[in-house]
Antibody
Framework: EVQLVESGGGLVQPGRSLRLSCTAS????????MSWVRQAPGKGLEWVGF??????????EYAASVKGRFTISRDDSKSIAYLQMNSLKTEDTAVYYC??????????WGKGTTVTVSS | EIVLTQSPATLSLSPGERATLSCRAS??????LAWYQQKPGQAPRLLIY???NRATGIPARFSGSGSGTDFTLTISSLEPEDFAVYYC?????????FGQGTKLEIK
């Protein structure tokens, strides 16, 4: 079964850091690009960032709201994508989803992990 | 940065009726537009890719159309499980943007 499982969410103080993980199974992780999408409480979806597969350089793209603070990386040997979040703000409070990127779009989603930034 | 505007914000219809949801882009995205469905407490699900192609397992009552800046998601005859929030998203340019969503509710 193709599956993505996010972990690492929790309560963190403003200004601190947190790293989310997305563990993939059921497919060849290294063949795919991956994205992170977030959803603040009661709000819509916000695209956070993207990492290409190694075949396409493994490079990244970010939303303006997180650029310079968030970093996406991947470990293909472990089938894990990471979202390193630094200098967290209260407005980063959200459910964070990991998604698989196919040419068709975001075709597989995890269930999400909740990040709460509060003092 | 491309902005996607969805309308209406809320659509109230009854089962069996036809639903028409709109997504307008601030500049051309060619056909690189997808539609996602999200039910309460669940992750979104890909419905339509490249404006008019149904994703795997999506029922034929869902269809998409449009190109350039104007796109439509049509649900031909609403089933009870179709009442949800629908988002469009472009993958033509960076950053990838979502529309603000249309809530399809039971009348």
């Amino acid at each position: 079964e193709v599956q993505l499982v996010e972990s690492g969410g929790g309560l963190v103080q403003p200004g601190r850091s947190l790293r989310l993980s997305c563990t993939a199974s059921g497919f060849t992780f290294g063949d795919y690009a991956m994205s992170w999408v977030r959803q603040a409480p009661g709000k819509g979806l916000e695209w956070v960032g993207f990492i290409r597969s190694k075949a396409y350089g493994g490079t990244t793209e970010y939303a303006a709201s997180v650029k310079g603070r968030f970093t996406i990386s991947r470990d293909d040997s472990k089938s894990i994508a990471y979202l390193q979040m630094n200098s967290l703000k209260t407005e980063d409070t959200a459910v964070y989803y990991c998604t698989r990127e196919e040419y068709v779009g975001m075709d597989v989603w995890g269930k999400g992990t909740t990040v709460t930034v509060s003092s | 940065e491309i902005v996607l505007t969805q309308s209406p914000a809320t659509l109230s219809l009854s089962p069996g009726e036809r639903a028409t949801l709109s997504c307008r882009a601030s500049q051309s995205v060619s056909s690189y537009l997808a539609w996602y469905q999200q039910k309460p407490g669940q992750a979104p699900r890909l419905l339509i890719y490249d404006a008019s192609n149904r994703a795997t397992g999506i029922p034929a009552r869902f269809s998409g159309s449009g190109s350039g800046t104007d796109f439509t998601l049509t649900i031909s005859s609403l089933e009870p499980e179709d009442f949800a929030v629908y988002y469009c998203q472009q993958r033509s340019n960076w950053p990838r943007a979502f529309g603000q969503g249309t809530k399809l509710e039971i009348k």
